[in-house]
């Protein structure tokens, strides 16, 4: 009997890991997590009635198995982080670092801007912001001061003919 309930026990810690590792790939929105420590803590409680030293050792092998997986698991999930492109987007999306290039360029506005929003700058997709402004999508824009991270646009006359008020896009 004691045999059975080790052996019956170690499965269920087995089958529940395995069950944690499948979370990392399956979205259930932490069903199979609930799942899966179930099935540790069962197969727990199993081994400690099998005996006091397997239930001991059975809980100190999970606990050294479990924090491995969690940042197994957290590490694949920082890796697979959305990173907000689209995938065949001429326009670069720029980290913020060295953006002192930027200042007298003039770009197109790629979002309106209210204050905020994404500006095209010799196809380079900058995050920008205007001086308390509300500016359009497609107009241009003149980078008028690099703070750091904080690129800050002023609406510029572009070449050719103006759009009327009627026909700008606010969306």
């Known amino acids: 009997m004691e045999g059975q309930l080790l052996t019956f026990g170690v499965g269920l810690i087995c089958a529940g890991l395995l069950v944690l590792i499948a979370e990392a790939f399956v979205v ?3 069903l199979l997590s609930a799942i899966g420590g179930g099935l540790v803590l069962i197969g727990l409680v199993m081994c400690f009635k099998a005996g006091i030293w397997w239930g001991l050792a059975a809980l100190f092998g999970t606990s050294l198995v479990l924090p491995f997986l969690l940042l197994w698991m957290l590490n694949l999930f920082r890796k697979e982080k959305l990173s907000g492109r689209a995938e065949g987007n001429p326009l670069q999306e720029l980290d913020n670092t060295s953006l002192l290039w930027l200042v007298g360029k003039t770009g197109k506005t790629l979002t309106a801007m209210a204050p905020a929003g994404k500006v095209d700058f010799d196809g380079k997709r900058i995050d920008a912001i205007t001086e308390g402004l509300i500016v ?29 008020f009627d026909e700008l896009d606010f969306s």
């Open 136 to 164: 359009a999508k497609d107009i241009w824009v003149r980078c008028r001061l690099v703070e750091g991270h904080r690129v800050v646009v002023v609406p510029e006359m572009a070449p050719g003919p103006q759009k009327t």
């Open 28 to 30: 259930s929105l932490g």
